[in-house]
């Protein structure tokens, strides 16, 4: 075991860092080309060091990266309109330092872009007709019609889909720029009259997604740099989005989260508190949804972002914003989603298999010699099979490969909302701001929290626990039956109608042999999103669905191996599987274990 495993690791080639990357494309350059620019002139220069620290290029590249751009003088790029607003066009036209100028004639050379092109006509068209002789680079803005509306948009009489073709066909690269080439934008938003696609929908060669409506001038620019001085693309998600601009959502880089997690919401567009920073998610900001650096990079020469301004973010980077977020100034809720006709991408339904057991013991054996673990979550018992290994023990011997059960128990959690209330108030600062905007904005079920009596009510079945943070969230009368308030939860989650999860950052820690749900963040978020105006479905959605996240986390810290076996009344609960075989699925077998009695 350990001998194999030492053989896959010289095996394996080590991936080359971006800096090695550089300096062998900078080699190969000199190697094959001559230069075709000059930019050492401090103005291009500064521009430059700027823009490598955006797309996490370290600064003591500087000199490579510039030389590398003057041999990359010959690139020209295109910019082929489609169907979109110009908005792409226009929020590039609006970066500075330096100006739009020296962008297209000295850093990029931009060969075509109908918007700026000082010909018409035919003299614009031959200007894209002769970029067949050049290497290019082609940037689309705009989706594109089809089928029997393939006519709605034309370019000196050909289609959009034509055009698109033989440019995309011959390009060194393609990136889509905005929401409408990435996603189809507005165009293709029901009822989508011009029967309008996306380019990935259409065309079959690797597109990159730099989305948004517009997408910010520094995306735009921080993409192109990136694939002159690489040769290739960024790493992109699974949305085809470079990482290195959409991997955070606008939620968490907003200069509003600590409102929000204060209970601290603008009540509505007229609300003095808006200046005073509160948070825009009551007024509708889908910012927790959205995944784009726009805190940080800003628009229009970095003046200002859509929550500074003042709105909340409508969602604008994502597939299908227009008919996926409900309504623009209102929070997603079920009631928001009636008119509406969204067009949500398949859940995810992982393949589970049912495996009967007729004792545990007997399931508990299967895990620890085929590898695996057993999530038993009625009885709050993690166990899974690890390889035993001695290190006194020779390579050679398999006396140390018996594999033997790691056995971890979840730690008891208050489920009394009443004292979770109390401890709420006790943290801090923001804590007790929340817990008071809490009584506020849910003074009923304020209310019936009251009531309940202050002791104790400590539990490790994760079910009554669920019914704890129910009642905080919507009151509960008695503290007798916590496991039905649970399932209630759990049953609310599951009629929750958009896939959005709001995330809420449950965490599972590990300490000698037991296993802590570290809820404390969660409970804020989950308060905050319900002051905050998320319907009861919504929280209840993204409490079951986070907690499946956190196990996931858990299970791919210890790096398990074999099948995941899952037991208990959690596993009722689509929104928590789904979220738990998410990360998981690809490698491992899903199994929910039925235990009967021997
Ligand atoms: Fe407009 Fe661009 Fe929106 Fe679309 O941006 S700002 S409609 S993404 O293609 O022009
Ligand atoms: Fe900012 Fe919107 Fe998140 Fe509030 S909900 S913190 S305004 S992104
Ligand atoms: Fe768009 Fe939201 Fe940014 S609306 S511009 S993704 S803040």
């Not at 006519?151 to 409408?180: D, P, R």
Request: aromatic share 8%; net charge negative; proline share 5%.
């Amino acid at each position: 075991m350990e001998a194999t495993s030492t053989q896959n690791i010289t095996t394996i080639k080590p991936l080359l860092s971006l800096e090695d990357k550089l300096l062998a494309r900078l080699e190969s350059l000199r190697q094959s080309k001559v230069k075709s620019a000059t930019l050492s002139d401090e103005t291009s220069r500064a521009w430059i060091a700027k823009n490598l620290a955006l797309i996490g290029v370290p600064s003591k590249l500087l000199d490579c990266c510039v030389e590398i751009l003057e041999y990359m003088g010959d690139m020209r790029l295109v910019w082929l309109h489609l169907q979109e607003c110009t908005g792409c066009s226009e929020s590039l036209l609006r970066t500075e330092e330096p100006g739009f100028d020296t962008l297209i004639f000295d850093i990029f050379k931009l060969h075509y872009h109908d918007l700026i092109l000082a010909a018409s006509g035919h003299n614009s068209q031959k200007v894209l007709e002769s970029i067949s002789q050049t290497p290019y680079i082609l940037l689309v803005e705009g989706s594109v019609s089809m089928g029997a509306q393939e006519q709605y948009i034309t370019l000196a009489g050909k289609s959009g889909y034509e055009e698109a073709a033989h440019l995309i066909a011959h390009a060194q690269a393609v990136l889509a720029v905005g929401t409408c080439s990435s996603y189809g934008g507005i165009q293709s938003a029901h009822p989508n009259p011009t029967n309008s696609f996306a380019l990935y929908e259409v065309f079959p060669q690797e597109i990159m997604h730099i989305p948004g409506c517009p997408p910010s001038d520094k995306n735009i620019i921080g993409n192109l740099l990136y694939v002159y001085l690489l040769g290739e693309l960024p790493p992109l998600d699974e949305l085809k989005r470079p990482l290195w601009a959409y991997a955070k959502s606008v939620h968490d880089l907003c200069e509003r989260r600590g409102a929000f997690l204060a209970g601290d919401f603008v009540q509505s567009f007229d609300d003095p508190s808006m200046a005073q920073g509160y948070c825009l998610y009551k007024v509708g900001c889908k910012g927790p949804y959205s995944f784009n650096n726009c805190p940080k990079v800003k628009f229009n020469a970095k003046t200002s972002w859509p929550v500074q301004a003042g709105h909340g973010c409508i969602g604008c980077s994502e597939p299908n914003f227009w008919d996926n977020f409900g309504l623009i100034e209102k929070p997603i809720s079920n009631e928001s989603i009636k008119g509406f006709v969204p067009k949500f991408p398949p859940r995810l339904e992982p393949r589970i298999t049912e495996v009967a057991y007729c004792d545990e013991s007997a399931l508990l054996e299967e895990v620890r010699i085929n590898g695996g673990v057993l999530l038993d979550l009625d009885s709050s018992v993690v166990s899974y099979a690890v390889q035993k290994v001695d290190s006194s023990v020779s390579l050679e011997s398999t006396e140390s490969l018996e594999p033997v059960l790691m056995r971890y128990e979840l730690a008891a959690m208050e489920a009394n909302p009443a004292l979770m209330l109390s401890t709420l108030e006790s943290k801090g600062k923001q804590g007790s701001r929340l817990a008071q905007n809490y009584k506020t904005y849910l003074e009923s079920s304020l209310a019936r929290v009251r009531t309940l009596p202050t002791t104790s009510h400590s539990t490790n079945d994760m079910l009554a626990w669920l019914g704890g943070c129910y009642g905080l969230l919507e009151g509960l009368e008695s503290l007798e039956d916590l496991a039905q308030a649970g399932a209630e939860l759990l049953a609310k989650a599951e009629q929750f109608a958009y896939p959005h999860i709001s995330p809420l950052g449950f965490k599972c820690k590990e300490s000698s042999e037991m296993i802590t749900l570290d809820s404390s963040k969660a409970l804020n978020n989950m308060l905050a999103y319900r002051i905050g105006g998320l319907d009861s479905y919504g929280v209840c959605f993204s409490i079951a669905s986070d907690l499946g996240s956190a196990f996931a986390d858990l299970l791919l810290k210890w790096q398990i191996q074999g099948s995941i076996y899952v037991r208990g009344k959690m596993t009722t609960s689509k929104p928590f599987m789904r979220a738990l075989a998410k990360p998981l699925h690809t490698k491992h077998t899903i199994i929910i274990a039925q235990i009967q009695d021997a």
